[in-house]
């Protein structure tokens, strides 16, 4: 509820819809922003025009004062206050120059800040879960300024970080804002407004498939074909239907890939169908180009890296000219798989028969082929499929051969509601008219699966995401949750390691009960370890972490002073390492990957944490757990790797951890650990055993950003 006593998104008493109040008010004002940009723009020109200059040698002294007229409106801080690449070289750039290094910003950006503040509130009035999204964290701490130009500033570094791009990236339906204040800051070239609107009326072709300028645009995509795991072909759908094809998606969503497969229909002919996924939320883009902004389109129908990347692996997998295809995707995918549909010249190779975009906007462009039947499936509440949060509630048919549905799901929180799990649970349970209608214009495609092909998409302008420090063989491992890739890879996290001085004897009772594992002393006492996680983007997803340790001695042959011996050895060179105690996260695949591929004992927990300032707090009502700290002045400190042990049946575990980020030791004053009554076990036993909610921690390890990677775990026969 909101303080005048109205639901988010409803009208106010008076009789006016916030969020759209809202939403109109920040396009309104960054058209005013725009126009100042076009003034500067034309101002600047005036000033390099020949006729001016032609001018200048009949009366020298009026357009002399014409031109400091029109410097002092461009530059001054009182006018346009242009920045210098709007200048024309000489007096005026020194002007515009002067002006940047002194710290003033442009008329434009700090109306455009304006116009980006209006459209966060309007975003948070239907979604208020997207104020804990890192990248809304960030982009709101920017503009929380109490100066316009300091929030320019701030926005500005924003820009420029590659951590606080990605997590920006999640944020959909600010994009239009997001690339119009870069444009406007001078972070990007180009007009986040302008589209392509394809043309229309493809043509039979014949002979074999041509070589489209779409084709060519392709220089920068590449795919390459890639086996199914055994867990994966046990699970790809055998029989042709719209829930089959979508858990197909699924299966492949986590690595950049894509699916192909071939499909006999029931009169016989066969068919073909390419299911795309979207990027999961809190997942790593690799170096595929299945995020938002690899689906932005250029001039071209297909002119994003998405679609560009998938028509190597149309052209890999053989599909005859002129033969049927069906294009099935989801978020992203869906969008790439539009622009394909949009295409005359890929229309003219391939006859395109269905398009169908779950997730993801159909937006009012045509496909390039009027005989092409359009399909679109979206939740109400899904920011990413509907930005503004409008929808019919129904079908929409502007056509006979369009058919879309935006249905009011049972839930707003996002990123669930854009799930693609999500999509096939109410596509089975909240719409299943909707899924019924879909199948059966599928019909053609219905029947047995003949063959299948994977293909992980490659975008060769970018490296790998991580590189070099996360571009490393990786190898699959079954799990419960399916199959995870090894080392497990963290793209963007956050850490705070709680280092505590403990009673040998107490730290000693919390390790297995086996002779050869003994706490690693400091003096008379051990030292525990309480580490704190906030991972952004992983291979597993994003998840928080919350694990306490106890620093071991070597298991074979322990010496006093292994621990700061190990200081000067590599990770995998080191004798020592922290046993885990007790994990909590927050998500069902790490808790797996925890106990089956690291031997530690995880549980599940809920929790919020914000572990990228100098103000550092985690919540989990389920541990009984709260930490805060306000850190003061600290020093560099040394990468945090370790070398964790767990156990695993009658063996111990031992797990590698390499990190890379600019870590800091700070003193232990200012931080706060609180248990409350009901703290269950096993973790607040543990702590409460060592006496640390009522200690202060020896020092305090952070680094608001880095990159991990988690080796699988070795069996000891320890």
Request: glycine share 10%; proline share 9%; charged share 20%.
């Amino acid at each position: 509820m909101r303080t005048d006593g109205t639901a988010p998104g409803q009208p106010t008493p008076e009789g006016q819809d916030t969020r759209e109040l809202l939403r109109r008010s920040a396009w309104d004002v960054l058209d005013v922003a725009e126009g100042i940009r076009a003034v500067s723009a034309r101002t600047g020109a005036l000033l390099s025009a020949p006729a001016l200059g032609v001018f200048a040698r009949h009366r020298p002294r009026t357009a002399l004062a014409a031109r400091w007229a029109l410097l002092r409106a461009l530059t001054h801080g009182q006018g346009l206050s242009g920045p210098a690449r709007t200048v024309p070289l000489g007096m005026g750039h020194l002007l515009g120059a002067a002006g940047e290094a002194l710290g003033r910003e442009s008329l434009a950006a700090l109306t455009a800040v304006t116009a980006l503040r209006l459209r966060i509130a309007a975003v948070l009035v239907d979604h208020p879960e997207l104020a804990r999204d890192p990248g809304m964290r960030r982009l709101t701490a920017a503009v929380a300024a109490h100066r316009d130009p300091d929030a320019v500033r701030a926005l500005r570094a924003l820009f420029r970080d590659q951590g606080a791009r990605r997590a920006l990236a999640g944020l959909a339906p600010l994009m239009p804002e997001l690339h119009e204040l870069r444009a406007l800051l001078g972070e990007e070239a180009g007009n986040g407004r302008t589209g392509a609107s394809p043309a229309a009326g493809p043509g039979p072709s014949a002979g074999p498939p041509p070589v489209t300028d779409a084709s060519r645009r392709a220089g920068e995509g590449a795919a390459e074909a890639v086996d199914l795991t055994e867990q994966e072909r046990q699970v790809v759908a055998t029989e042709g239907s719209l829930l089959g094809y979508l858990r197909n998606i699924e299966v492949v969503s986590a690595d950049g890939r894509i699916l192909v497969q071939n499909v006999r229909g029931p009169d016989g002919v066969v068919r073909y169908v390419v299911q795309a996924p979207g990027r999961a939320p809190g997942r790593p883009r690799d170096d595929s180009p299945q995020d938002v902004a690899g689906t932005r389109r250029g001039p071209a129908p297909t002119g994003s890296p998405y679609t560009r990347s998938l028509l190597p692996a149309l052209r890999d997998y053989g599909i005859p000219q002129g033969a049927d295809l069906a294009l099935i995707g989801h978020g992203e995918g869906g969008t790439a798989l539009l622009d394909l549909a949009r295409d005359p010249e890929f229309c003219r190779a391939y006859r395109v028969t269905h398009v169908v975009a779950v997730g993801s906007p159909l937006g009012d462009d045509k496909p390039a082929d009027p005989r092409t039947w359009l399909a679109g499936v979206s939740n109400q509440h899904d920011i990413l499929a509907v930005p503004d949060g409008h929808g019919t509630g129904g079908p929409f048919a502007p056509h006979p051969h369009r058919y879309e549905v935006v249905y009011p799901g049972p839930t707003r929180e996002f990123p669930h509601v854009h799930l693609l799990r999500s999509y096939i649970e109410h596509l089975r349970t909240v719409v299943p008219e909707a899924r019924e209608v879909v199948d059966e214009a599928l019909t053609p495609y219905r029947g047995p699966i003949v063959r299948t092909q994977a293909y992980r998409l490659r975008n060769r302008v970018h490296p790998p995401e991580g590189h070099p420090f996360l571009t490393v063989p990786t190898s699959s491992v079954p799990t419960a949750a399916g199959p995870v890739d090894v080392p497990v890879r963290y793209y963007d996290s956050s850490a705070a390691h709680l280092c505590y001085a403990v009673d040998a004897v107490a730290a000693r009772g919390l390790l297995p009960d086996v002779p050869w594992m003994t706490p690693s002393r400091l003096g008379r006492r051990a030292l525990a370890v309480l580490s704190l996680y906030e991972h952004r983007c992983s291979t597993i997803g994003p998840y928080t972490e919350v694990a306490l340790s106890v620093a071991v001695h070597d298991l074979w042959r322990p010496h006093r002073h292994d621990v700061a011996a190990d200081l000067l050895r590599r990770t995998d060179l080191r004798r020592t390492g922290r046993y885990v105690v007790s994990l909590a996260v927050t998500s069902d695949e790490a808790r797996v990957v925890a106990q089956e591929i690291w031997g530690q004992p995880a549980m599940r927990m809920t929790a919020d944490s914000d572990l990228t300032g100098r103000r550092i707090a985690v919540r989990s009502p389920d541990l009984g757990l709260t930490v805060e700290a306000r850190l003061g002045p600290g020093v560099r400190g040394p990468e945090a790797d370790w070398v964790l042990y767990g156990r695993r049946g009658e063996s111990t575990v031992r797990t590698l951890v390499r990190t890379h980020g600019r870590p800091r030791l700070h003193p232990g004053t200012g931080v706060r650990l609180r248990l409350h009554t009901a703290a269950a076990e096993p973790l607040a036993g543990a702590l409460r055993r060592l006496g640390v909610q009522a200690a202060r921690p020896l020092f305090v390890l952070t680094c608001p950003s880095l990159m991990v990677h988690r080796s699988a775990g070795a069996l000891l026969p320890r």
